[in-house]
Nanobody, 125 residues
Framework: EVQLVETGGGLVQAGGSLRLSCAAS????????IGWLRQAPGKEREGVVC????????YYSDSAKGRFTISSDNARNTVYLQMNNLKPDDTAVYYC??????????????????WGQGTQVTVSS
């Protein structure tokens, strides 16, 4: 059974940083693309980033480019999202998600098959 447990969310001021972690079990990171989604209050879930673990290629949303960095520790089956220069618009629940394939076909919600319970990120102005 695929399980994804996100941690690391919290309250931060604009311009600050947070590092989210995602502990994965029930599958091996080597075999699937992995990424992050987010959902802000009153908005649809949107893609943030996808990482093709087999070739290490990454695909970021425009809002995440240059500020967010995804990484993985495949030995620990753990994925990270380093978020810098956070903005109030980044306020959302962030979800770790497993891709439908071993490569990234995109980074939108439809490109992922499972996700965790999420962790809340709140950025104050």
């Amino acid at each position: 059974e695929v399980q994804l447990v996100e941690t690391g969310g919290g309250l931060v001021q604009a311009g600050g940083s947070l590092r989210l972690s995602c502990a994965a079990s029930g599958f091996t990171l080597d075999d699937y693309a992995i990424g992050w989604l987010r959902q802000a209050p009153g908005k649809e879930r949107e893609g943030v980033v996808c990482l093709s673990t087999y070739d290490r290629r990454t695909y970021y949303s425009d809002s995440a480019k240059g500020r967010f960095t995804i990484s993985s520790d495949n030995a620990r089956n753990t994925v990270y999202l380093q978020m810098n220069n956070l903005k109030p618009d980044d306020t959302a629940v962030y979800y770790c998600a497993v891709g439908r394939r071993y490569y990234c076909s995109g980074y939108g919600p439809d490109d992922f098959g499972s996700w965790g319970q999420g962790t809340q990120v709140t950025v104050s102005s």
